[in-house]
């Protein structure tokens, strides 16, 4: 079964410091891949996504993921965070061989220091 | 920006009683899904409904749940007979196709059982 893990439950920075989420994927046919971010109260907004071509792709709010298909990883990243950037973040994972339907990790709950 | 709504934000509801969430999907799509995260978990799948009847669930929507597409704009979750760790927040979701086409969420219910 398909399955995505995000190893982080908490990751602190600084405003202004780069950021990286780590996530992983088990293997499958080829995956489509999301983030999507969720402020507190509200629901599931997609960051980006990936399903082919190049494997950096650009999303909202200055953030980006890279597809790296030797590691299983889609890594969220972004160069310099932004206070608003404290939210819930989640990857997700969806195969065009089977069920459509993306399977979520657990969300790493991202906290911005001033 | 077209929106998924739901309403109520928050329902209150006695064990054992039925209660009903409703959500209104983006006018176009045709993808319906529903969404639970109990609090602090991940977002886990229930159900998916496409043309008028169910194409998946997940062994969590057994049959106290049941979802419904009333009318050109509802699309409803019921839970029969409620319990306590029914307790959650649920998410709908919709989407204009599968496998890349991403899902759109609502701001979800919560949805407290006494």
């Known amino acids: 079964a398909q399955s995505v893990t995000q190893p982080d439950i908490h990751i602190t920075v600084s405003e202004g410091a780069s950021l990286e989420l780590r996530c992983n994927y088990s293997?499958?046919?080829?995956?489509?891949l999301f983030w999507y971010v969720q402020s507190p109260g509200q629901g599931l907004q997609l960051l980006l996504k990936?399903?082919?071509?190049?494997?950096l792709v650009q999303g909202i709010k200055g953030f980006e993921a890279e597809f790296k298909r030797s590691q299983s990883s889609f890594n969220l990243r972004k160069p310099s965070v932004h206070w608003s950037d404290a939210a819930e973040y989640f990857c997700?994972?969806?195969?065009?061989?089977?069920?459509?339907?993306?399977?979520f990790g657990r969300g790493t709950s991202l906290i911005v220091h001033p | 920006e077209p929106e998924v709504t739901q309403t109520p934000s928050h329902q209150v509801t006695q064990m054992g009683q039925e209660v009903i969430l409703r959500c209104v999907p983006i006018?176009?799509?045709?993808?319906f899904y529903w969404y639970r995260q109990i609090l602090g978990q991940k977002v886990e799948f229930l159900v998916s409904?496409?043309?008028?009847?169910?194409?998946?669930k997940s062994e969590i929507f057994d049959d106290q749940f049941s979802v419904e597409r009333p009318d050109g704009s509802n699309f409803t979750l019921k839970i029969r007979s409620t319990k306590l760790e029914d307790s959650a927040m649920y998410f709908c979701?919709?989407?204009?196709?599968?496998?890349?086409?991403?899902?759109?969420f609502g701001d979800g219910t919560r949805l407290s059982i006494l």
């Open positions: 979701a919709s989407s204009p196709g599968q496998g890349h086409q991403p899902q759109h």
């Open positions: 997700a994972v969806a195969y065009s061989g089977g069920s459509y339907i993306p399977t």
């Open positions: 006018s176009n799509h045709l993808y």
């Open positions: 990936y399903f082919s071509g190049d494997t």
């Open positions: 409904f496409y043309n008028n009847e169910i194409s998946e």
């Open positions: 293997y499958g046919a080829t995956p489509y």
